[in-house]
T-cell receptor, first 112, second 115 residues
Framework: GQSLEQPSEVTAVEGAIVQINCTYQTSGFYGLSWYQQHDGGAPTFLSYNGLDGLEETGRFSSFLSRSDSYGYLLLQELQMKDSASYFCAVRDSGAGSYQLTFGKGTKLSVIP | EPEVTQTPSHQVTQMGQEVILRCVPISNHLYFYWYRQILGQKVEFLVSFYNNEISEKSEIFDDQFSVERPDGSNFTLKIRSTKLEDSAMYFC?????????????FGPGTRLTVL
């Protein structure tokens, strides 16, 4: 079966740094994505790691270790608007389909 | 900026009725998906569609569900006989044929309420 584990809730202070971890067990693995979802909104793509290492996009970075089946999303210089749910998602199928299996999400609350 | 659109934004129906949820994917995308999200839970994959046929489907996508691309722009999800447990937010998504990020662009969703 497929399973992705991530913390259910995280609280951090505005301006700080927060790391959201994700461990996965899937039958196949082709990459780890991160999506942001504000309450009532649609998931929005943040980053993708197909290979080991760190990917940086502005204030957000994402890391993958395939040998450890582990990744994380790092948010720097937190802003109030970063309060949202963050989902890790695995692309676990090969050519012909890019379906995503999502984790249960981490609700991030940014406080002043 | 191109975006995925979905209609209606909210659909209320009686148990046992058929519903059709509509989506217009981004025009140059070739892969289309439906996901659902029960309130407060994770996003769950339903089905992917490529080259006018289903490429993958989950256990949730049983015989009550079907998808269609009736023309060059629309992508629909039909639920033949709705059940109470079908109440959820349904998201359509699309992605390009190539690219290294495999980014999927999600529509705003249709909230389906089955009474």
């Amino acid at each position: 079966g497929q399973s992705l584990e991530q913390p259910s809730e995280v609280t951090a202070v505005e301006g700080a740094i927060v790391q959201i971890n994700c461990t996965y067990q899937t039958s196949g693995f082709y990459g780890l994505s991160w999506y942001q979802q504000h309450d009532g909104g649609a998931p929005t793509f943040l980053s993708y790691n197909g290979l080991d290492g760190l990917e940086e996009t502005g204030r957000f970075s994402s890391f993958l270790s395939r040998s450890d089946s582990y990744g994380y999303l790092l948010l720097q210089e937190l802003q109030m608007k970063d309060s949202a749910s963050y989902f890790c998602a695995v692309r676990d199928s090969g050519a012909g389909s890019y379906q995503l299996t999502f984790g249960k999400g981490t609700k991030l609350s940014v406080i002043p | 900026e191109p975006e995925v659109t979905q209609t209606p934004s909210h659909q209320v129906t009686q148990m046992g009725q058929e519903v059709i949820l509509r989506c217009v994917p981004i025009s140059n995308h070739l892969y289309f998906y439906w996901y659902r999200q029960i309130l407060g839970q994770k996003v769950e994959f339903l089905v992917s569609f490529y080259n006018n046929e289903i490429s993958e489907k989950s256990e949730i996508f049983d015989d009550q569900f079907s998808v269609e691309r009736p023309d060059g722009s629309n992508f629909t999800l039909k639920i033949r006989s709705t059940k109470l447990e079908d109440s959820a937010m349904y998201f359509c998504a699309s992605s390009e044929a190539s690219g290294s990020s495999f980014e999927q662009f999600f529509g705003p969703g249709t909230r389906l309420t089955v009474l």
